[in-house]
């Protein structure tokens, strides 16, 4: 898959191009990692390993520097920067209203409580869930949907996403048995 022109001409006038990249400080610290085309280009396997890192990270809730964390967790797996730093933003105050009700709830089943029970404490007191006593139940049940929404995730982009035979990688037919090829 290859990205439209107009993207790649922002990216490159942002100065975010491997061309550009090359000996700044960026480079120099982390070295050719940096230029690796995993980061930049979208493949099944890049795209896959960015939504391995960035989902879990992404929903953890008020985690300060997400975008941060999601960048150096991409650049270790070699994963998409580009949909590493685009998932950090499905958490956000517009999707809090689902997202930290369904963490809770999650968390509340995995320490043991009924789901019917923990169902109507949501109904009753929504605003309970930013008291210090759903914390625990708050971040246990981030991070069990985090680690599965990542690893369908990277099931489903893997399984899914076929690349395409190109010609070049495509072998060889010969002309007739026995011949290989020459006349």
Known sequence: MKLPMWTLR???????SRSRLKG??????LGDRILDKALWRPTPESLARAWLV??????MPFLPAQTLFAVVAALFLRGNLLLAIALQYL??????P???PACYF???LMRGHSPVAVWKHLEST???LL???SVASLYSGAFALGILGGSVGYAVIRSVWKQPVSIRSRPRRHQGPGSRGQP
Do not use: K, Y
């Open 10 to 16: 922002w990216l490159h006038r942002s100065r975010l």
């Open 24 to 29: 700044t400080f960026l480079h120099s610290w």
């Open 54 to 59: 960035g989902f879990p990270i992404t929903v």
């Open 91 to 96: 958490s956000n105050p517009f999707t809090a």
């Open 98 to 100: 689902v997202h930290l």
């Open 106 to 108: 999650v968390g509340e």
């Open 126 to 128: 929504p605003m309970d």
């Open 131 to 133: 008291t210090g006593g």
